[in-house]
């Protein structure tokens, strides 16, 4: 459990960094928003969160993009065969939601490819399990407990990286690979140049 809640949120920042590295008009969107809520005497906090509903939608859009746990929990083994639409299931099969294929589904989702944080001030998707299209922490009795705290984290974090530095690739520039291993990472880890802003 604690392996789990600290990773996600490590690498979920780190893709959102990536994405800030590569987006810098976006970059530069979520900053001049911060800057008229917060300004620059003073270091973002918990309580200017819900007023930077920019940030917010990059966070939101970070996840739909980059779900860190892109298989989700609940799992399920048909203990008869079942035919489900056009697919039979065999008895013995587990199967498991895959939020990837959901959040890059173009039938659900325009442009599913790009990144815009846009799509998510235009209409108010909720995260927490309520809308199946992005349910990153799952839905029902098997949620993930740590949701809120994850989202704090990110979110404060994401704000004072982003009020004190502005965010540059490094000469390597950006891989968006990605490898699935107990979590969806960077194939090859950020790396990047944080140039202060004040």
Not at 13 to 18: D, G, H, K, R, T
């Amino acid at each position: 459990m604690i392996f789990r809640g600290t990773d996600t949120v490590a690498i979920l920042l780190e893709w959102i960094m990536a994405r800030m590295v590569l987006h810098p008009e976006i970059q530069s969107k979520a900053q001049a928003e911060i800057d008229a809520v917060v300004g620059n005497s003073r270091i973002v906090s918990q309580s200017d969160i819900p007023k930077l509903p920019y940030l917010q939608s990059i966070v939101k859009e970070s996840l739909r993009m980059h779900p860190p746990g892109p298989l989700l929990s609940w799992a399920r083994l048909a203990i008869h065969d079942v035919n489900i639409g056009d697919h039979f299931i065999p008895a013995g099969t587990t199967a498991m939601v895959n939020m990837w294929a959901i959040t890059h589904d173009e039938s659900i989702w325009s442009e599913p490819s790009e990144f815009k944080p846009e799509r998510f001030m235009a209409e108010d998707v909720s995260i927490l399990g309520s809308d199946l299209r992005l349910a990153p922490f799952g839905s029902g009795r098997r949620v993930c407990p740590g949701k809120a705290m994850a989202l704090a984290t990110v979110h404060l974090w994401l704000a004072q990286l982003l009020q004190r530095f502005k965010w540059v690739p490094s000469e390597g520039g950006v891989d968006l690979s990605e490898c699935l291993k107990m979590s969806l990472e960077m194939k090859n880890p950020l790396v990047c140049k944080a140039l202060p802003r004040c």
